[in-house]
């Protein structure tokens, strides 16, 4: 009767475990450090453009919807807030993690999924490496150091992005605009706006590797993980921070 | 030096699958297999396309676990054996993959590099690696590809540069998943010599799957001479190389919907009026050319 429930528990279980391998082994040899190094540059590095343009824009954007709304109550001088606030609790960590979801769930899913159906995957546990050891755990360690990282970088460009905006069409000072970006982040915004990024960090790199990694069918299949990997880590991305404000929010 | 036969017995063998069946879901891979092999045993498995081969090859290595049954590596027990152990014991057991399975991120050095440098047990010192490898791909002949990738190769090298990795570390057992699957018939045969080459230079016991009936004519019937650096007919019957291992012991195994329909050597497999066998083996079969 519940059978349609079947194949989603069976693999959420196997997430589970796979997720559970991964955290075990960063305490056990071997370690494979350079493999953590390529996958931060990769990962971290390799996402920096796109990052950067993106929360630049972001921040752009924000303050110029907001600095009419503002305006309505003679508080246009409140903008730098607005951006601050925004970015760092909520927009900086989901758009950063959204295209990362994006460039390396995918480009984790289609390398392991490559692996996996040309043989890679086996051929590695017959000669003695624990597939886990040597790629789930470096993505996924490389993805945990870099998303907040990211994320701090987004968050500073977005409020910069703003900061454009409101000196040169609103006509705040410097001063004005920085300081009240600055002093409304209190500790809170700051612990949310990086254990957000560390928590997709490890859903985006887990996903991606569990789709990888479980790709069967052929090329058709690397594609077909692919695309699943992007949707299943970008839902979950508004899962967790839906679930992660409200415990915050519910904490204030 | 021991005779294969007297090396097979039940303690001591190399590799012993004992009645292993094997399910996907209601899909039977397996059923009811048993075998074992020892020492410089040659075993050739012939079937069709889904008749279970490679599902066979994995579960001797426990990258696939059976239903039932049990599998023993090296005297030792791997069924129910967690995933790190096995990763220890597998890394003495040397594997061709059937597209050759090389990491197509890697050069063709640390491909054959891979297996020396990740294992945990056994490990040799970094000074050696080198030489070893090099020594690897001269044995198939590929010494000049080094530090080309895999993507770079043609079909018939990246299988010779597969069995190089397989055999740089010097394992007693070798399963090679369908050497020669779609390769040329002078390419197939180039591999089939090196594997043979591989068998009687080091006395490795081989568990071959393949489609083709003439990859195991080849090792029934020819054996590598080190004097002379090339394969040479076998004279005669029973009497083993220098090194023990004896093409004419030469097991052929066929292999049908997961079941094993037949298990013999080369003149009974011959002989058998099956008309599933009789598809492998040409009815004339009887010569060997140097085309073959």
């Not at chain 1, 519940?2 to 955290?23: N, V």
């Not at chain 2, 020396?116 to 090099?134: F, G, M, Q, Y």
């Not at chain 2, 597969?162 to 055999?167: F, L, N, W, Y």
Request: charged fraction near 20%; aromatic fraction near 8%.
């Amino acid at each position: 009767m519940f059978d349609f429930l079947k194949a989603p528990i069976a693999s959420l279980g196997e997430f589970y475990i796979l997720a559970g391998r991964a955290i075990r082994n960063i305490f056990r040899s071997p370690h494979y450090a350079d493999d953590i190094a390529l996958q931060m540059d990769n990962i971290g590095v390799g996402s920096l453009p796109i990052v950067i343009l993106t929360g630049f824009f972001s921040g752009l954007v924000i303050t110029m919807q907001m600095s009419r709304a503002l305006a309505q109550y003679g508080a246009s001088d409140q903008v730098g807030q607005i951006v601050s606030i925004t970015l760092v609790r909520e927009l900086g960590p989901v758009l950063t993690a959204l295209l990362v979801a994006g460039r390396n769930a995918s480009g984790i899913a289609s390398e392991l999924g490559s692996m996996r159906v040309t043989e890679q995957i086996d051929a590695m546990r017959a000669l003695g490496t624990d597939p886990i050891q040597k790629l789930v755990t470096p993505r996924m360690i490389a993805t945990c150091v870099m998303l907040p990282l990211l994320t701090i970088i987004a968050d500073f460009v977005g409020i910069f992005g703003g900061f454009v905006i409101a000196r040169l069409s609103i006509g705040l000072t410097t001063s004005q605009y920085w300081t009240s970006a600055y002093r409304i982040l209190e500790y809170n915004d700051i612990v949310q706006g990086l254990l957000k990024p560390f928590v997709f960090a490890f859903v985006i790199s887990v996903v991606g590797c569990y789709y990888g990694l479980n790709t069967t069918g052929g090329t058709q299949g690397v594609g077909l993980s692919t695309t699943k990997a992007v949707v299943v880590a970008s839902v979950w991305v508004f899962v967790i921070t839906s679930v992660l404000t409200r415990i915050f929010v519910y904490m204030q | 030096m021991t005779t294969p036969e007297a090396n097979t017995s039940a303690t001591d063998a190399l590799l012993r699958v004992e009645n292993i069946t094997v399910r996907f879901d209601d899909l039977i891979a397996l059923e009811g297999i048993s075998f074992q092999m020892g020492p410089g045993d040659t075993r050739v498995v012939l079937g069709a396309a889904g008749s279970g081969k490679t599902t066979l090859l994995k579960a001797c290595l426990g990258l696939i676990r059976p239903n039932s049954g049990r599998v023993y590596l090296f005297g030792r027990d791997i069924t129910d054996l967690d995933e790190r152990s096995l990763i220890d014991i597998r890394s003495e057991v040397g594997v061709l993959f059937q597209e050759g399975g090389l990491f197509d991120s890697m050069t063709v050095a640390d491909n054959v590099a891979y297996p020396l440098v990740n294992r945990r047990v056994h490990t040799i010192p970094a000074s050696e690696i080198d030489a070893k490898v090099e020594e690897a791909l001269r044995f198939v002949e590929l010494s000049h590809t080094l530090e080309k990738f895999p993507a770079e190769l043609s079909g018939g090298m990246r299988r010779r540069v597969g069995i190089a990795r397989a055999v740089v570390s010097e394992p007693r057992l070798v399963l090679y998943d369908s050497p020669t699957a779609g390769l040329d018939p002078i390419t197939a045969n180039t591999i089939m010599a090196l594997i043979a080459k591989e068998r009687d230079s080091q006395n490795t016991a081989s568990l071959i799957v393949t489609q083709r009936y003439q990859d195991g004519q080849l090792m029934a019937n020819f054996r590598y001479n080190r004097t002379h650096g090339q394969l040479e007919p076998v004279s005669g019957n029973g009497a083993g190389n220098q090194n023990g291992s004896n093409p004419a012991h030469t097991i052929f195994m066929v292999m049908k919907e997961g079941r094993l329909i037949f298990e013999g050597v080369q003149a009974e497999l011959e002989a058998s009026d099956d008309p599933y066998i009789s598809k492998f083996v040409p009815k004339h079969s009887v010569t060997y050319g140097d085309s073959d």
